[in-house]
């Protein structure tokens, strides 16, 4: 899980401008959340990751129609 939850926050970083310190702060939120999806019966880390990343541009960018808070 630990290399699913570093690619996915990696591969983040570099689709948008975060910091160190946002990605820590958003590690375990999505750990939580694919957790969840995995304890559910989800084990494909590849649509793992896929969840993950918009997970991440969720908490990123907040729901749509609402401003954007931040992680």
Do not use: W
């Amino acid at each position: 899980m630990d290399d699913v939850i570093d690619r996915v926050l990696n591969t983040f970083a570099m689709m948008r401008n975060v910091n160190g310190q946002t990605l820590q702060q958003a590690r375990p939120k999505l750990q939580t959340y694919l957790g969840t999806l995995t304890s559910a019966g989800q084990k494909d880390e590849q649509r793992l990751a896929v969840y993950g990343l918009a997970y991440m541009r969720e908490l990123h960018d907040g729901h749509p129609g609402e401003d954007a808070t931040g992680c």
